[in-house]
């Protein structure tokens, strides 16, 4: 199973005009027979259901505010804390540790959320790839402002990537492929159209034109557009999903099996 719990960039946007593909910010939840992973803490996360059986496994790309401001509001998040694990390929444990504390203290969060947890497991990236063996997981450093990190992962044989938040250009396009080699699916940060990345260079994020330039260059065609604007309604993103229909991408929408485990 592996499901979007938020598909929108930058801030929640919950409104009549979001509440098809929704509104809550980035979060992927993937559950194997080993682990229960979960990509991002954005609101998205709130809807996690921490597993009893497995150990889960949350992998941050990045600390902006929507890919973390997630993490105390999940109810389920105590059960189990021992089996739960907090990783990054940005920072080692220690400063992922330190970054999260000061994140959800005063003055920035009403108390430290941390005392309440602090058997949650943090833990260095190179040391989690060890940890499970049942899957394959792999970092890529992408072009964001602070720097992001995106992983695939490989189970039985399928490959799933994830790349919020990424700035494209040209000269990522061999490394880019090479990382996404053999996908079944992509998740790709589409958050302006061409005509707005024009005035939002430096700001770390990719167009939809893009991925669709980047799909047909390396014949990977499973891209998944996401970190959707926090201006774009539901019925722009029809009128895209229409203006793309020959071409093998799809516009995110929350609480979708992406299916490419289930067969
Ligand atoms: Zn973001
Ligand atoms: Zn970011």
Not at 83 to 110: G, V
Not at 211 to 238: C, M, V, W, Y
Request: proline share 3%; with cysteine.
């Amino acid at each position: 199973m592996i499901i979007n719990h938020g598909v929108r960039g930058s801030t929640p946007t919950c409104n009549i005009n979001t509440s098809f593909y929704g509104g809550a910010t980035p979060c992927v939840e993937i559950v194997t027979n080993e682990a229960q992973i979960i990509l991002d803490c954005g609101t998205g996360f709130s809807k996690v259901n921490f597993s009893n059986d497995l150990p889960s496994i949350i992998l941050l790309s990045h600390f902006h505010h929507d890919h973390i401001q997630g993490l105390p509001f999940n109810q389920t998040l105590s059960k189990n804390l021992n089996k739960i694990f907090i990783s990054t390929a940005l920072f080692n444990k220690d400063k992922l540790k330190k970054t999260l504390i000061t994140y959800f203290s005063p003055p920035f969060f009403p108390i430290n959320f941390f005392n309440e947890f602090s058997n949650i497991n943090f833990i260095d990236f190179k040391d989690l790839k060890k940890s499970f063996t049942n899957f394959n997981l792999e970092s890529f450093k992408l072009n964001h402002p602070g720097e992001a990190f995106g992983y695939s992962l490989i189970i039985n044989n399928k490959k799933f990537c994830y790349l919020l938040d990424n700035e494209f250009y040209d000269d990522q396009l061999s490394s880019l492929k090479d990382f996404c080699e053999g996908s079944n699916s992509i998740i790709w940060d589409g958050m302006y159209t061409e005509q707005e990345l024009k005035s939002k260079k430096g700001w770390g994020h990719s167009s939809i034109e893009q991925g669709l330039k980047f799909a047909e260059e390396t014949n990977l065609n499973n891209l998944i557009i996401s970190h959707h604007s926090p201006n774009r309604t539901d019925q722009q993103l029809n009128d895209l999903s229409k203006k793309y229909l020959n071409y093998e991408i799809e516009f995110a929408s929350e609480n979708k099996d992406l299916k490419i485990w289930t067969d």
